[in-house]
């Protein structure tokens, strides 16, 4: 895996981790490489959508949505290109997933995960327009749950996994093309799997000897970090943490035309 650093919002190419005089070093090279991706993204964001490769016509998305957080939204949202179908279909995931991740137990005494769970959730259960909530009440149950501080008894249910799988794989389709400037094509296969706390700790020695991207973080609500092969750059690893207690681990492999 080859590893990049991540600087004022924007990934600086060619740096390996280990460096001698970090800050010396950083300060002579990054400032002209920054110059150069603010101008590739310029010409760029203008004729290419970031999800599915489309040339014409543009509108400007962003990638972490606007929902997953409170007012003022950060000023460090990534924004990428996207063509008009795209951008109504992400939208449509994106209050599917901000309901899923602020109901979880694990980002309950998270202050913005809370906010956004007592005001904007709780009024769309009560007027029936939740998605998440038609979706889970059917099979709503009570059961006992592992929590941050211990063990509690919460409602258990039935959610639409596809449409949470949607939302987090569009998220990294539109990271890799503001790293990247391409889209990830379409002929890749996705895996998605949820990480504890203890897992990712266990793991994080062996992200230090192999070197990783990031960490990128946009406000309070999302972190990521992630990793691509050398050989296959669209075979990637990437490591979602929202609220800072769901880590969600999304893997890409990049099948080769037959």
């Not at 003022?72 to 939208?91: F, G, R, T, Y």
């Not at 994106?94 to 979880?104: I, K, N, P």
């Not at 050398?230 to 690893?237: E, I, V």
Request: net charge positive.
């Amino acid at each position: 895996m080859r590893a990049f650093l991540l600087w004022d919002g924007l990934f600086i190419f060619g740096l390996e981790p280990k460096i001698s005089n970090g800050t010396q070093v950083l300060s002579l090279v990054i400032r002209p490489i920054l110059k150069v991706v603010c101008i590739i993204m310029k010409q760029k964001t203008q004729e290419q959508c970031a999800y599915c490769g489309k040339i014409g016509k543009m509108t400007i998305e962003h990638v972490i949505p606007q929902c997953l957080f409170t007012k003022p939204l950060p000023l460090d949202i990534v924004k990428v290109p996207a063509c008009e179908q795209c951008n109504n279909a992400k939208s449509a995931d994106d209050s599917y997933l901000r309901d899923y991740l602020v109901t979880d137990a694990s980002a309950s005494e998270h202050k913005t995960a809370r906010k956004i769970f007592t005001t904007k959730v709780l009024s769309s259960v009560r007027k029936n327009k939740s998605d998440l909530w038609r979706s889970f009440a059917p099979s709503a149950h009570l059961s006992l749950v592992h929590c941050r501080g211990g063990i509690s008894l919460l409602y258990a249910g039935n959610l639409d996994g596809e449409r949470i799988e949607r939302a987090l794989y569009r998220i990294v389709r539109g990271l890799y093309y503001r790293i990247f400037q391409q889209h990830i094509p379409e002929n890749c296969n996705y895996s998605l799997t949820r990480w504890s706390p203890q897992e990712f700790n266990e793991f994080l020695p062996l992200l230090h000897k192999f070197g990783f991207n990031g960490p990128y973080g946009c406000g309070d609500a999302f972190k990521c970090i992630m990793q691509f092969a050398d050989k296959s750059p669209f075979t990637t690893a990437w490591w979602l943490f929202f609220y800072d207690s769901i880590c969600l681990h999304v893997l890409t492999e990049h099948k080769e035309s037959e």
